[in-house]
């Protein structure tokens, strides 16, 4: 489900981008453009529209607030608009909705237990009933939240939030948050192929040490044949302290000592 929403979105930002593209020479119809995706059904990011060469030509023309929209609908909120509804045009009710799905969704970005009564400010909501028709109806049939509406405790609980745009602060906190973890990822990485490397050198001091060893076991073993061989094996049993000496001296009766008077 959730990725064939964002396919979804893919395909939309891409329709859109080639519609901008087509319509780069006209304001108005760039305009118009912005109020199509803002308003939208399934359409949730807009930073990558807002990047785009065509739609920044709008700048420094009459339209330049259409820009505004597009920047609010990618990184503000409900609350955002009400603060300065005084520099952006009129919201359409498809926007307005729209807007509040997104507020939403900010919300469930800093916590997953969103109190009713915060939700009603946010959303401009005046009672609990329209809250609850507003999330199940517009935020988890149309797939962008999933969780459960708790009316004992007055609370929505979030299990799953679609993302938002990130904002161009939160991209740079983001690139050097991962470039840290790619330094710390890069000095482990150095510790461990040293660590290998230790292991490997002591693995073959190890074999050496265990060569040397079964090397010496085999000289004396060698060293041994060569002087039975040499002196002859009857010759190496008989002599002092050979084994026949030992058995001679095992089998010899011992001498009792007499007994005092």
């Not at 609350?79 to 509040?100: E, I, W």
């Not at 461990?192 to 490397?197: A, D, M, R, S, T």
């Not at 230790?198 to 265990?210: G, L, P, R």
Request: aromatic share 6%.
């Amino acid at each position: 489900m959730a990725m064939d929403a964002e396919r979804r979105q893919a395909e939309l930002i891409e329709q859109f981008s080639a519609q901008a593209a087509a319509l780069s020479s006209s304001a108005p119809q760039l305009a118009a453009l912005v109020l199509e995706a803002t308003s939208h059904p399934a359409l949730f990011a807009f930073s990558e529209l807002l990047s785009l060469p065509a739609l920044s030509k709008l700048t420094g023309t009459q339209y330049a607030s259409s820009l505004d929209v597009l920047r609010l609908f990618a990184y503000g909120t409900l609350k955002d608009y009400k603060s300065n509804s005084g520099t952006l045009p009129a919201l359409l009710p498809d926007q307005v909705r729209k807007l509040k799905q997104l507020s939403v969704l900010t919300l469930a970005e800093s916590t997953k237990v969103l109190p009713y009564d915060q939700l009603m400010q946010e959303l401009d909501v005046s009672n609990v009933r329209e809250l609850e028709d507003f999330l199940i109806n517009e935020c988890m049939y149309s797939g962008i939240v999933r969780g459960k509406l708790d009316q004992v405790r007055r609370c929505f609980e979030v299990q799953f939030a679609t993302g938002r745009d990130l904002t161009p602060d939160q991209l740079n906190n983001m690139i050097d948050t991962l470039s840290d973890w790619l330094g710390t990822s890069d000095n482990l990485l150095h510790q461990i192929q040293e660590k290998i490397k230790w292991a490997d050198t002591m693995s073959e001091v190890n074999k050496k040490h265990q060569k040397e060893f079964e090397d010496k076991v085999e000289e004396a073993k060698k060293s041994i044949k060569a002087d039975i061989d040499l002196r002859g094996h009857d010759d190496f049993l008989s002599e002092p302290g050979g084994i026949m000496d030992f058995e001679e001296d095992r089998i010899r009766p011992k001498r009792r000592r007499q007994p005092m008077a």
